[in-house]
């Protein structure tokens, strides 16, 4: 009998049907979470979070170099203590959006951060454009 024929006159108990279908189940979870993408409703409000944090942070780097006495503000900053420099962000109000009470958690320390690796020199200052002439973001 050659295989072919064989193939079409297989006929697959219950049992095994049920068991070829939980094995593609399992399979196919498996591969969705590990190379699918898919992720966990808690994972998924991690990253929102996280996203969130960041354009938050980018806005207050952004404020904190807007201000007329960038330089001097950023030179505080840096002599302030790693440990004490997201407090130093608080304090200024550069971590709280508009329209909002709370600043979103974590915020400060991430600004504290990015601002710790910019650099702006001690005459930077508005022009009446708006413009920053030395403030060098890397």
Do not use: I
């Amino acid at each position: 009998m050659a295989l072919g024929q064989r193939f079409q006159e297989y006929r697959a108990s219950k049992t095994t049907l049920f068991w070829s279908w939980v094995a593609v189940a399992v399979l196919t979870v498996v591969v969705g979470f590990n190379w699918g993408g898919w992720v966990t409703g808690g994972t998924a409000k991690e990253m929102a979070q996280d996203a969130r944090r960041d354009l938050a942070a980018t806005f207050c780097v952004q404020r904190f170099l807007a201000a007329p006495d960038a330089g001097a503000q950023h030179a505080s900053l840096m002599e302030t203590g790693s440990w004490q420099r997201d407090d130093f962000v608080e304090k200024g109000g550069w971590a709280k959006l508009p329209k909002m009470d709370q600043p979103v958690s974590g915020v400060a320390d991430l600004c504290a951060e990015k601002l710790a690796d910019v650099e702006v020199s001690t005459s930077a200052a508005q022009s009446t454009t708006g413009e920053s002439s030395d403030t060098t973001v890397q």
